[in-house]
Each structure stands twice: as C-alpha cells, then as structure tokens.
C-alpha cells in the first residue's frame, strides 16, 4: 500500500514537472543530450512493430524495405523513449529534406556568411511551410551545395553519416538546371533516413540546432503549416489544441512527412517521421497517425503497469 502510494505521490510529482515545461525549446542540459540510439525502447518497439504488422499492407511495404517509420516519445523529456522500423534505409524523400536548407541557413546566418535580409527570412519561411519549390532553390543557390553538405556531415550533428545508411542530403535545385551534388551511398538527389530526420526534431525540440535562438526561429518557421495533409490532416482532428511543426515531401509514388506534435497533455509530445514508396502514400502516412498514438499510450501504460 505504502508502495503504491510513493508511487502516486512520485506520477503526480512527474506531471506537475512536464506540465511546468510547457514551452519549446525543452530546457535539457547539453549533458542529457544523447544520441537517439541510445533511448531505444524495446517495449515502445514492440507496440510499433504490432501496429505496422497489424495492417497487411503495411506489413508486406516494410519487407520491402518500402515503408520506414520512426518515433520519439517526449512525454517525458528525462526519460526519452525511441523506435523504428527500417529506421536506417534510405529513400528518396522529395522536399522533406529541404529542413537541412534550413538548419544550413541558420548556420549560415549565424556564422556570418549569409545576411538575414526580409527575402532570406521570407523564402525560408515558404521553403517550409508550403515546401516553395522555387524559395527552395533560391536558398540552396544562396548557399551552395558545399555548405549543405558540411552541415550535415558535420560532426556535431552527422545527420548524414555514411556508417548508419546515409541520412539527410540536398544535392540538386528544386528545379530545372544546374549541377548537382548526389549523395555517396546511392546516388540520391534528395534523400533522408526516418532516424536522422527524428534525430533532427529530437535537437530542434532541446534547442541544439545552432543555438537556442536559432532554434526557436527554426521553430517558428516550422510551425502552424500551411499544408494541411498527411500527419497534419489527422493530427488537426484529433488534437485541434496542439501545435505542430513539420515538413513533408511528394514526387511520383515517394511520399514523406515528419512531425513534432506538442500538445497541451503532455502525454501527447512526440516525433513521427515515415516514408513510403507507394501510390497510396500519402493516406498511408494520413492513417499512421492513430495507429502511433495507441502505440505510444500502450508503451506508457506498460511502464505504469511495471511500476
């Protein structure tokens, strides 16, 4: 009885903190901050493999190393919890990686080598937020292909790393023309892996891209998206009061989206990233979303099962 009681008093002691950190960025000191890797959990990767396996269609695009998914629940930010399947397989995933335009930028724009003018603030904004094709381009002709590329393999990030299947990567215009930098593992022109990508929201969210600042401008350019499809269509009916911050991508049958969702409940507060290479990925990707949830909920109820 004394047991469960201290048990209640320490859930109730917990809720008051996440409560508390209500705001993004989290406030997560550089020591708490770990390579996502290390936060994987086998029983929250039980209760996706069983959601994924538990719809036939999905099941048979995994096998074929069609479908990737990622998540990373931040209910609790001491207690990170992460999960995948084909989390290191990558695919092409059209404008989802325009985010690494953006945290290249912000690097850029920190370190002084590009200005901040309206129209650089301007473009960002659309490069995301309606995935502007020729904003995108207009960034990635302002930075070059050189700069991109040293952001992501740098070593305070490695969001593109050779020794874990690849990861983010821009080497080609959003447009017709000019040269091109394809990525070294398959030759794509913009490619992402569901780990690196949940690896990027996973820093966006504790402010580490860059900055604290920078990170709360990435934020901001990143949130209230003005396409209303896939995890965002879902996510805006079933949870009308949580903010969203996201990018997506489509080209022919490739369909991409990632999402920090953070809701009012912080029960509520994850990362969802998929891709899929089918003609039907988009409502794919619109009904992964309640699927992910339950999983999470399950995850959470196991471990208060467990205490």
């Not at 990525?183 to 022109?189: D, Q």
């Amino acid at each position: 009885m004394k047991t469960r009681l201290l048990y209640f008093l320490l859930l109730i002691g917990c809720t008051s903190i996440l409560n508390a950190q209500n705001g993004l960025p989290i406030k997560t000191p550089d020591s708490k901050i770990k390579p996502l890797r290390q936060f994987a959990n086998q029983d929250l990767q039980s209760k996706l493999e069983f959601e994924i396996n538990n719809n036939s269609e999905w099941r048979l695009l995994v096998s074929q190393k069609k479908m990737a998914v990622g998540i990373v629940d931040l209910s609790d930010p001491q207690n990170v919890k992460f999960a995948n399947v084909n989390g290191n397989h990558m695919m092409y995933a059209a404008s989802l990686p325009k985010i690494a335009i953006l945290l290249s930028a912000m690097d850029a724009l920190e370190k002084g080598e590009l200005k901040e003018t309206d129209a650089v603030k301007k473009d960002m904004r659309l490069m995301i937020s309606k995935s502007d094709n020729a904003a995108s381009t207009r960034m990635i002709d302002r930075l070059g292909y050189n700069k991109i590329e040293s952001v992501m393999t740098d070593p305070k990030y490695m969001f593109y790393d050779e020794d874990y299947g690849g990861g983010l990567w821009v080497g080609k215009r959003y447009g017709g023309g000019g040269d091109t930098n394809r990525e070294p593992l398959k030759n794509l022109s913009h490619a992402a892996t569901v780990n690196q990508v949940c690896r990027y929201f996973y820093l966006l969210a504790n402010g580490k891209l860059v900055n604290r600042n920078r990170s709360k401008q990435m934020l901001k350019i990143m949130g209230n998206p003005e396409l209303h499809h896939k995890f965002v269509n879902t996510v805006e009916k079933i949870a009308p009061e949580a903010d969203l911050y996201r990018k997506s991508g489509s080209w022919k049958t490739y369909h991409s989206d990632s999402i920090l969702v953070w809701g009012n409940d912080p029960n509520r507060r994850y990362i969802l990233v998929a891709l899929v290479d089918d003609p039907n990925g988009e409502q794919i990707i619109r009904n992964l979303v309640k699927p992910i949830e339950k999983a999470l909920k399950k995850s959470k109820l196991t471990a208060i099962s467990m205490n």
